[in-house]
């Protein structure tokens, strides 16, 4: 994880789950993270994935006022199935994960810009009120922000973080261990 924003938001959410797999939306107090609010935003888990919440700094990147907007249309239609599939192991595994995305204007002689997103789960009772907390930001500031709107992002590079495995109840009746998501039981061949 390489923006500020997303290194904040995550160690709050870290540290607010403390040893669940997830915090709850009511453990989550926008003034703790009041620096990086501008680029967070809160996804109500559904197949568009609506904005609930978008920070004022996401909104300028975009041109626009997001919420209630859908998540996954930012993106390419090439990129859309992608986005929903890494929401859904968010969700399902109760996992972070971190991309890289790219976005460009409709404007060519402006160069694209480079963002990080950042994705995370948020413990819920019933499915109607999933949600995920993430940033979004770019690497660097471009000068145009706020002027020029970013069109269709391209989804890049993922990783997982922030497996709860190690502190999650239901984990530690089993032998193994998760590890990106994945249950790896010891045993096999000693060598």
């Known amino acids: 994880m390489k923006h500020p924003s997303n290194r904040e938001l995550f160690e709050y959410w870290n540290e607010r789950r403390g040893e669940r797999l997830a915090p709850e939306r009511a453990d989550i107090e926008p003034s703790a993270i009041r620096h990086v609010l501008g680029d967070t935003f809160v996804l109500e888990v559904t197949d568009n994935h609506l904005f609930r919440l978008a920070g004022t700094r996401l909104c300028a990147l975009f041109g626009r006022e997001l919420k209630a907007e859908s998540f996954t249309r930012l993106w390419q239609r090439s990129g859309?199935?992608?986005?929903?599939?890494?929401?859904a192991v968010v969700m399902e595994e109760k996992v972070g994960i971190v991309a890289s995305?790219?976005?460009s204007t409709a404007d060519e002689?402006?160069?694209p810009v480079q963002l990080e997103l950042l994705l995370l789960p948020l413990a819920f009772q019933s499915?109607?009120?999933a949600r995920v907390i993430g940033a979004m930001a770019p690497m660097a500031a471009p000068y145009w922000?706020?002027?020029?709107?970013?069109g269709p992002l391209t989804l890049g590079m993922f990783r997982h973080i922030g497996s709860g495995a190690e502190v999650a109840p239901r984990f530690k009746a089993a032998a193994g261990r998760i590890?990106?998501?994945l249950t790896v039981y010891d045993g096999g061949r000693a060598g």
Do not use: W
Request: glycine fraction near 16%; avoid cysteine.
């Open 80 to 87: 859309q199935t992608a986005i929903r599939e890494l929401i």
């Open 109 to 111: 002689t402006l160069a």
């Open 101 to 103: 995305a790219t976005g």
């Open 127 to 129: 499915r109607g009120e």
């Open 145 to 150: 922000l706020g002027a020029k709107a970013v």
């Open 179 to 181: 590890k990106h998501g």
